[in-house]
């Protein structure tokens, strides 16, 4: 069965500094994909960062980056210069090709100090 | 151009009762899915409707169905509720192709309260 771990339920960081969200996932395909989404307060689940896993090159969206170990089936989130905006739930997720569905992790909770 | 919108954005029902949800794809969109995201969770998917056939369903009851409409657009239904079907209920659209992609749109969502 597929999973998605986030074993970070809260995370905190400083204004302008840089943070890193943990997610592990477990799969025996060998042609997915895997997502960053935030979720705001205002509920819309907006995608952050997409990374296909035949490429080893990790996807990088301006202030965002992902660090993807294949083989460790790791895939973290790096968020430099952190802004207020920022400050909202970040979910993990997996779909394997011709999957049809998106298998998320339960979540972490960043939150932006000034 | 309109994102996915979802209606109504907050609803309470008893326990019993039944609830229709409903979803306006993204525009050139043909694809939804319905998530189902309880308190401090993940989404979990619900199932997918693609040509007005559902194409792929999660572990949920059949007291959980879908229509989809030749507009594209959906309906969630859920009978007899249970205080456990309190949620927030989100859709997502996407393109038949987004098997290449993997990028869903998602909506606001719809609050629902079972007491």
């Known amino acids: 069965a597929q999973t998605v771990t986030q074993s970070q339920p809260e995370m905190s960081v400083q204004e302008a500094e840089t943070v890193t969200l943990s997610c592990t996932y477990d799969?025996?395909?060998?042609?997915?994909?895997l997502f960053w989404y935030k979720q705001p307060p205002s509920r819309q689940m907006i995608l952050v960062i997409r990374?296909?896993?035949?490429?080893?090159q990790n996807a990088t969206e301006n202030r965002f980056s992902v660090n993807f170990q294949k083989a460790a089936k790791s895939f973290s989130l790096k968020i430099s210069d952190s802004q207020l905006g920022d400050a909202a739930m970040y979910f993990c997720?997996?779909?394997?090709?011709?999957?049809?569905?998106?298998?998320f992790g339960q979540g972490t909770e960043l939150s932006v100090k000034p | 151009d309109a994102g996915v919108t979802q209606s109504p954005t907050h609803l309470i029902k008893t326990r019993g009762q039944q609830v229709t949800l409903r979803c306006s794809p993204k525009?050139?969109?043909?694809?939804v899915s319905w998530y189902q995201q309880a308190l401090g969770q993940g989404p979990q998917f619900i199932f997918q409707y693609y040509e007005e056939e559902e194409r792929q369903r999660g572990n949920f009851p059949d007291r959980f169905s879908g229509h989809q409409f030749p507009n594209y657009s959906s309906e969630l239904n859920v009978n007899a509720l249970l205080l456990g079907d309190s949620a927030l209920y989100l859709c997502?659209?996407?393109?038949?192709?987004?098997?290449?992609?993997?990028?869903?749109?998602f909506g606001e969502g719809s609050r629902l309260t079972v007491l």
């Open positions: 525009s050139g969109h043909d694809t």
């Open positions: 799969t025996s395909e060998s042609d997915y994909y």
């Open positions: 997502a659209s996407s393109s038949e192709g987004w098997r290449n992609t993997g990028e869903l749109f």
């Open positions: 997720a997996y779909i394997y090709n011709q999957g049809g569905k998106l298998i």
């Open positions: 990374q296909e896993a035949y490429k080893q």
